[in-house]
């Protein structure tokens, strides 16, 4: 079936540096599945942050960036200096031909001061 | 941000009581979806709807569970007779179709099981 793997439970992060959370995907269902960052902000429910629906193309949004890669089937998402404020829970996803999301596990990024 | 409204919150009952919880979707939106979020944070696909119609729904949904998306009425989903593996985050989301549009998620309602 469709699943998604994210390997870490918690990253944490000094402000003002960079982030890498890692994501693969695997896709039965869908030769090239949809793929979304969500981020669940503390207190609120689950936003999309990006997404991407090309292989090989890059979404990006709020500073964040993530690279449709199908030759490693990985989906990483990077921020190059992040601050306090990008503190929340990240869960890699993708979406079947029926628009039904497989999340990952989810992420706790923690930035420290 | 989302205008997916869900409610309750939070909802507690006991073993063999029967739970049930309503979600308004994005005005205009005619697909909406559970999701179960279980406590290790494993999501779960449980059903969606287009209009009235359920679209797919897993085996667990279709025993247990019932759920429905009535016309000018909140859809809804209910547990018939909880158990404690119950316990959970369950999520719905609305779009606008059920391909390639975006998804938009309610805050959930946290159902425990005692």
């Known amino acids: 079936g469709d699943s998604v793997t994210q390997t870490e439970g918690q990253v944490t992060v000094s402000e003002s540096k960079s982030l890498i959370i890692n994501c693969t995907y695997s896709a039965t269902s869908i030769a090239y599945p949809n793929l979304f960052w969500y981020v669940r902000y503390p207190g609120e429910g689950l936003q999309l942050l990006l997404k991407?629906?090309?292989?090989?193309q890059k979404g990006s949004s709020r500073g964040f960036e993530a690279t449709y890669n199908k030759e490693t089937t990985s989906f990483h998402l990077q921020k190059a200096s992040v601050q306090e404020s990008d503190s929340a829970v990240y869960y890699c996803a993708l979406s079947d031909h029926n628009n039904r999301i497989f999340f990952g596990d989810g992420t706790q990024l923690v930035v420290k001061p | 941000n989302s205008k997916v409204i869900q409610t309750p919150r939070y909802l507690v009952k006991g073993q063999g009581q029967k739970a049930k919880m309503r979600c308004i979707p994005e005005?205009?939106?005619?697909?909406v979806f559970w999701y179960q979020q279980n406590k290790n944070n494993e999501f779960k696909f449980l059903i969606n709807f287009q209009n009235q119609e359920v679209l797919q729904q897993i085996d667990m949904t279709e025993k247990r569970f019932s759920a429905e998306c009535p016309s000018n009425s909140p859809c809804s989903l209910e547990i018939q007779s909880s158990e404690a593996g119950d316990s959970a985050l369950y999520l719905c989301?609305?779009?606008?179709?059920?391909?390639?549009?975006?998804?938009?998620f309610g805050k959930g309602t946290r159902l425990t099981v005692v």
């Open positions: 991407v629906i090309t292989a090989g």
């Open positions: 989301a609305s779009s606008l179709n059920n391909a390639n549009t975006e998804v938009f």
């Open positions: 005005k205009g939106h005619p697909v």
